[in-house]
């Protein structure tokens, strides 16, 4: 079982919908969580970080962690075809990027 | 003006060749990185320096060489290359190691070796 498992997608949405990105986890020691957003033939951009269990939003994105049940989300409200790209999971167990174990990406596509 | 600069953004070689891909910061930063992204699109930590210090070398083939002639340079030669190193190689920086200083990325280099 790989250390972190993510849908490739693609998951194809209508603009305005919810959408509802995850991430499941085999390392109970990760505490320290991230979403990229990485579009076609660029370098990832980093969304949210979050430390240990929780939720925390920002604008049209929130970033919930389940640590109970090794469970990552990322939920984008109102989607923009703007939004099209390859979102990548990442977390760790220590505070460094030393030890940052990236999700293979899901690939989101927005439809106007 | 771009943040985090690599050249080539393209590269087809030859198995055997060394080649060389240079990536500049102009943020001010005081950590770069080498990433390796494969056909899988897993991304992995090849290298990091800080303050021109190596701080991370992850299990890489020491045929990889970063070297970082000042904090805003951080370049990846790599000797003999094999067809397993086709990939996108990433160079990013950040204020600091830790997480709580966010990376920024380059528009990476897609090296294909025949």
């Known amino acids: 079982q790989k250390e972190v498992e993510q849908d490739p997608g693609p998951l194809s949405v209508p603009e305005g919908a919810i959408v509802s990105l995850n991430c499941t986890y085999s390392?109970?020691?990760?505490?320290?969580f991230m979403w990229y957003r990485q579009y076609s033939r660029k370098g990832p951009e980093l969304l949210m970080y979050t430390y240990s269990s929780g939720n925390k939003e920002d604008g049209r994105f929130t970033a919930q962690v389940d640590k109970s049940s090794k469970y990552i989300s990322l939920f984008i409200r109102d989607s923009q075809p703007s939004d099209s790209a390859t979102y990548l999971c990442a977390m760790s167990a220590k505070p460094g990027y030393s030890t940052l174990t990236f999700g293979k990406g899901t690939m989101l596509l927005v439809s106007p | 003006d771009t943040a985090v600069s690599q050249t080539p953004k393209y590269l087809v070689t030859q198995m055997g060749n060394d080649k060389s891909i240079k990536c500049e910061q102009n943020?001010?930063?005081?950590?770069m990185y080498w990433y390796k992204q494969d056909s899988k699109k897993f991304l992995k930590i090849m290298f990091s320096?800080?303050?021109?210090?190596?701080?991370i070398n992850e299990t890489v083939p020491n045929r990889f060489s970063p070297k970082s002639p000042d904090k805003a340079h951080l370049n990846l030669h790599i000797n003999s290359l094999e067809l397993g190193d086709s990939a996108v190689y990433f160079c990013?920086?950040?204020?600091?190691?830790?997480?709580?200083?966010?990376?920024?990325f380059g528009p990476g280099t897609r090296l294909l070796v025949l």
């Open positions: 320096y800080n303050n021109k210090e190596l701080i």
């Open positions: 990013a920086s950040s204020l600091g190691p830790t997480l709580q200083e966010t990376q920024y």
């Open positions: 390392n109970s020691a990760f505490q320290y």
């Open positions: 943020l001010g930063h005081d950590t």
